[in-house]
């Protein structure tokens, strides 16, 4: 009997300040007027696309004491953005990225309560952390939380989130739900938690909502975050671009969920995917060729140089050769907010190995940045691309992607046209919503059934 097939999930990353819109196409639009959302976020509800992801920068990104040039839009708040996309889609799930360093637990459940209110049960959390006192300088605590600390004061905060959300779960609480009127509410919202992070007591006041909790997701690559994910989150990006890769991640995170006492089908894995589409496999290779130039521009090139250098290097030519002189390894880095910094653990060991693969190549900082970052991880035909995408998720590389379109906001609209409906046919995505709810989308059950069902299996 053959294995039945995996059904893909999809998302839709918007992709705000980044270096992967191609900012000079004349397509390229407002990364902060809301016609940009609203026109991506119909897109990916044409579509029937999971949910749309937000992304989240608490602080403008400096380099060289400047603020860095793809900063200067800035980023709207990602509550007020989302809570108006609501409003103007009936199904897509609404996901926001919000950080556990810098908020507090009563707060950020009250507003994914209420998001998961307006949405009709749409909302969900991707919960990250903030180390660097950079980012902290806007903030009454700056800086005070060591970066060893970040995973704990996370897992802590939501923890006491979901006791904020479960004030309201019980027999307790009696209700007409056809008008919301409270019969009996003597214990509804209250809550109180001691911690190490969080010493907080008192009352929730906002109701169960339709999920009864905002679905979870994590981002993180590191041995914490895998282990975080595997104990709290309902789904965790990844950034692995092969199926070796994908497969490799996938297995380890998969595993690690029995020790806390869950499934393998209770957290999906979602790699991020950035794609370029062609009438041909080889036309679309040479559009790929085209928008990675276009994405690395000389001054680009020599800003992402420096990340490793750390260095001020704008007196190099992005045409000529790598600089002679070793990256500095001595004093602060000159680049401030940046995730990129982090990426690059050993700069020594990095910029020669540069050396090799451009003197090996023949290949300019320009061609070495162009050949060496992010590249894309899909392209060809939309049937080329429907097949590939296929592959990763029936082989346990991934159990679907969130994609990142290089152009803003019309870049997912060839997606939506040309390889959703291929993925329909080869019977692997959906025709159409069957429920209502993000949870309904992904396949996760409601925390009051799963609770009931962990009750009556430990019975």
Known sequence: MSKPLKQIH???????????????????????????????????ERAKFDFLFLAEGLRLREQGGQIYDLDVVGRPDTFTVLAALAAVTDRLGLTGTINSTFNEPY?????????????????????VTSWDAFTGENFRRGGFLPQEERYSRAQEFLATANELFDSWHGDEILADRATGTFLRDARAGAFVHRGRHFDIHGRFNVPRSPQGRPVI??????????????????????RHATIEEGQAFYADVKKRLAAHGRRRDQLLILPAATFVLGDTDAEAEELAREVRRQQVS??????????????????????????????????EHISRGRAQVRMYRDPLATAREWRELAAAHRWSIRDLVIHTGNRQTFVGSPATVARTIDAFVQADAADGFILVPHITPGGLDVFADTVVPLLQER??????YEGSTLRDHLGLAHPDDARGERERVAS
């Open 10 to 44: 999809l998302a839709a990353h918007f992709p705000g300040v980044n270096n992967t819109t191609v900012w000079s196409d004349p397509a390229a639009g407002s990364h902060i007027e809301f016609a940009s959302f609203a026109h991506f976020a119909r897109t990916a």
């Open 107 to 127: 707060e950020v459940a009250r507003q994914f309560a209420s998001l998961d209110h307006l949405s009709g049960g749409r909302s969900a959390w991707n919960v």
């Open 217 to 238: 997701f994590q981002a993180g690559d590191s041995d914490e975050g895998r282990e975080f994910a595997a104990a709290s989150a309902d789904a965790i990006f990844s």
């Open 298 to 331: 000389g001054a680009t090139a020599i800003k992402h140089l420096e990340f490793v250098w750390n260095r001020d290097l704008s007196g190099y030519d992005p045409d000529g050769p790598l600089p002679e002189t070793d990256p500095n390894v001595d004093e």
């Open 427 to 432: 019977g692997v995505f959906r025709a159409d």
